[in-house]
């Protein structure tokens, strides 16, 4: 018998080198499976970030401010959507 070194319950290793029980053990295995897959998505956001940012910058200064007056809140009954998108494209121009 040999003493869980995560949760310190008793348990009968198969391996002499374990150091988890069982239950231990898989929660360690789902645990890691989890960060693999939130790194993945993580590099994955990251790269769709990057690529976004590319586009949004090659949008030309004089382009931003035609699509600012086209989509400008008073011209679509200061609407939620226009609002959000104006700004956002306010905040491309600085
Ligand atoms: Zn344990």
């Given at each position: 018998?040999?003493?869980?070194?995560?949760?310190?319950?008793?348990?009968?290793?198969?391996?002499?080198?374990?150091?988890?029980?069982?239950?231990?053990?898989?929660?360690?295995?789902?645990?890691?499976?989890?960060?693999?897959?939130?790194?993945?998505?993580?590099?994955?956001?990251?790269?769709?970030?990057?690529?976004?940012?590319?586009?949004?910058?090659?949008?030309?200064?004089?382009?931003?401010?035609?699509?600012?007056r086209l989509c400008?809140?008073?011209?679509?009954?200061?609407?939620?959507?226009?609002?959000?998108?104006?700004?956002?494209?306010?905040?491309?121009?600085?």
């Amino acid at each position: 018998m040999k003493r869980c070194e995560h949760c310190g319950e008793w348990f009968a290793p198969r391996y002499p080198k374990l150091k988890l029980c069982f239950s231990c053990f898989r929660k360690r295995e789902r645990a890691l499976a989890e960060y693999d897959s939130l790194l993945w998505e993580l590099r994955l956001l990251r790269d769709e970030n990057a690529r976004l940012r590319t586009k949004a910058g090659a949008v030309p200064a004089d382009m931003i401010g035609k699509l600012i007056r086209l989509c400008h809140p008073d011209k679509h009954g200061g609407s939620a959507m226009a609002n959000d998108v104006t700004r956002w494209l306010l905040e491309q121009r600085n």
